[in-house]
C-alpha cells in the first residue's frame, strides 16, 4: 500500500504539471466521485482497458496499477495542480507535445537528447516478462532508439499488437495482429484531423499515422521516418523545390513545415496563418540574400513597411505574394513565377512581350499599352496621342540604342508606394540614388527627378 501510494504520489506530481490531457472530458465522464473501473468501451485518451494499459503506471514500478475513479481525479483535476507549489511546477514544465498524460510522461531514450530538449520526464523501465524483447530487441526498451515511442521503450508491446500461441512458437508474421489505423493511435494521441483543411494522406489512408511516424521509435523527435522534415514530405511531394531559385525556409531545419501544418489547419494548403500574415512573419524586417560563398548579394526591404504604403499594388491585394512569387522553387530570381528583369535598361520586345523581360507584368498588364500608335484608353500615361510608355520603354526616350529602354521598375515600385501609380520614390543608378517625385492633375500628371527638370503631360 505504502509503495502504491509513493508511486501515484509521483505520477500525480508529473500528470499535473503538464498539459496535454483534456481534464474536462476526462473527469465529465469519470466524474470526482466514487470507485470502481470505467465501464465506457471508448473513453478518450484511454481505452476501454485503460487501468492495464495506462502506460503512465509502468513508470520505475515495471507493473500496471489498478485504478479507481477516485484514482484518477488525483492527477486529473485542478485542485491537484493548485497544490503543485511554484518551484515544483517550475522544475516539472516541459514542452508540451500534444499529447495525452501518458505519453507526455516519457523522456527521450539517450541522455544526449535529455540534455538537448531539457525534457526531464519519467525514464521508460522495460515491463517485466516481456515476452517479445527476446526476438525484437531492437525496437523494444529504452534505448533501442534516441528516441522511443513509451509503449515501444517500456515493452508494453500489447498496446497495439495481440500475438497468439503460433507467433510465440514460430515467429509466424500471420500470427499478429497489429492495431495501426490512426483510430488506434487517438486511443493516446489527441486527433490531428480537426481542422477544417486536412492533410489528403490523414483522409486517404487509415493508417497514415505510421506513413511518417515509425510507431516504435526513432532518432529524430517524433518518430520522423526521415532524417530531415524536407526528406519526409519530398517522399510524396515530389519536384517541390528543384529549381534553380529557392526559398530560403525550404533549406531551413524546419523546412516545409515554417509555412505547413503537417496535419491539419484552418488555412488552405495546410498553411500556419493566412497567406500575408505568414509571409510577414519573416519579411516584417530586413532580410539579406546570401550566395552559396557566404557573401549578402542584396537586402529584401521589410515587407511589413512596404505593405503599409498609401497606395498597394493590385496584384497583391488581388492575388497576394503567390501571384508574382513561388513559395518553393523557380528559375527566375527572386522567386518570381514569371521572367521580370531587375536591370535599369532592356530592348523592349514587340514580338513576344509575353515571354521577353516583362512576362511577369504581362500576366495582368495588356501589353498594348506599349503600341506606338493608340487611341487614348490603351494608358493613362499619354500627352494627348503620345504613348509616353512607349516612349520611355520601347524607344529609349528617342535615344538610338533602343537597350537603353526603361525598365518598369525604373518608375515603379512593385510592392506599394506613397505615390499614385506606384511610382516610385528613388531607383538606383550605379551606387547612384535617382529621386523621383511624382504629382497626378486632373487630366495628367508632373515627374521631376534627378535626371530632368519636372515635366508635364496632358491625356486631352
Known amino acids: 500500500m505504502e509503495l502504491r501510494i509513493q508511486q501515484f504520489a509521483l505520477f500525480g506530481l508529473l500528470a499535473a504539471a503538464l498539459t496535454g490531457c483534456s481534464q474536462q472530458r476526462l473527469l465529465s465522464a469519470l466524474g ?6 470505467p465501464t465506457a468501451t471508448y473513453l478518450f485518451p484511454h481505452p476501454s482497458d485503460w487501468s492495464n494499459t495506462h502506460v503512465s503506471f509502468y513508470a520505475e514500478s515495471g507493473k500496471a496499477l489498478v485504478g479507481t475513479n477516485k484514482d484518477c481525479a488525483t492527477c486529473h483535476s485542478q485542485q491537484a495542480q493548485q497544490a503543485l507549489s511554484s518551484q515544483q511546477a517550475m522544475k516539472l514544465q516541459g514542452p508540451s ?78 500470427g499478429v495482429t497489429t492495431k495501426q489505423n490512426n483510430e488506434d493511435c487517438y486511443r493516446c494521441h489527441f486527433p490531428k484531423d480537426d481542422k477544417a483543411n486536412v492533410h489528403p494522406l490523414l483522409l486517404k489512408d487509415k493508417a497514415s499515422c505510421v506513413a511518417c511516424h515509425n510507431p516504435h521509435g526513432a532518432d529524430r523527435r517524433y ?23 529557392q526559398h530560403g525556409p525550404v533549406n ?54 512596404k505593405l503599409q504604403s498609401e497606395n498597394i499594388h493590385t496584384a497583391i491585394k488581388k492575388f497576394n505574394c503567390t501571384g508574382c512569387h513561388s513559395p ?18 532592356n530592348a523592349f520586345d514587340a514580338v513576344t ?23 487614348g484608353p490603351e494608358t493613362n500615361f499619354r500627352d494627348g496621342t503620345k ?21 518598369c521598375r525604373v518608375c515603379h515600385d512593385p510592392h506599394g508606394s506613397s505615390q499614385s ?19 497626378t492633375t486632373p487630366q495628367g500628371g508632373t515627374c521631376t527627378n534627378t535626371c530632368h527638370n519636372s515635366r508635364s503631360y496632358l491625356r486631352n
Open 32 to 37: 470526482q466521485q466514487g470507485g470502481g473501473n
Open 97 to 174: 507535445l500534444n499529447v495525452s498524460c501518458s505519453t507526455n510522461c516519457h523522456a527521450p531514450s539517450t541522455s544526449a537528447a535529455r540534455e538537448k530538449y531539457k525534457i526531464a520526464r519519467i525514464k521508460p523501465t522495460l515491463a517485466p516478462n516481456n515476452e517479445c524483447s527476446a526476438c525484437h530487441a531492437d525496437t523494444i526498451g529504452n534505448g533501442a532508439f534516441e528516441f522511443s515511442h513509451y509503449p515501444s521503450g517500456a515493452g508494453l508491446c500489447k498496446t497495439c499488437h495481440e500475438a497468439d500461441a503460433s507467433h510465440l512458437a514460430s515467429g509466424s508474421k500471420q
Open 223 to 245: 518518430f520522423l521516418r526521415e532524417k530531415t522534415n524536407g526528406a519526409l514530405c519530398q517522399k510524396c511531394h515530389t519536384g517541390i523545390a528543384t529549381a534553380k531559385v
Open 252 to 305: 531551413s531545419e524546419q523546412s516545409c513545415l515554417s509555412c505547413h501544418e503537417a496535419h491539419s489547419s484552418s488555412q488552405p494548403k495546410l498553411l500556419n496563418y493566412n497567406q500575408q500574415t505568414l509571409c510577414l512573419t519573416c519579411h516584417n524586417q530586413e532580410v539579406q540574400v546570401t550566395q552559396a560563398d557566404g557573401s549578402v548579394s542584396r537586402t529584401i526591404p521589410n515587407m511589413a513597411d
Open 328 to 345: 518553393h522553387s523557380t528559375e527566375n530570381e527572386r522567386l518570381l513565377v514569371s521572367n521580370y528583369s531587375t536591370s535599369n535598361y
Open 353 to 375: 512581350p509575353s515571354s521577353g523581360p516583362y512576362a511577369l507584368c504581362f500576366k495582368c498588364h495588356d501589353a498594348g499599352m506599349f503600341n506606338k500608335d493608340i487611341v
Open 387 to 407: 504613348n509616353l510608355h512607349w516612349f520611355h520603354v520601347v524607344d529609349a526616350t528617342g535615344q538610338k540604342d533602343k537597350r537603353n529602354g526603361r525598365s
Open 421 to 439: 501609380a506606384n511610382i516610385t520614390g528613388s531607383w538606383k543608378m550605379k551606387n547612384f540614388d535617382v529621386t523621383v517625385e511624382y504629382k
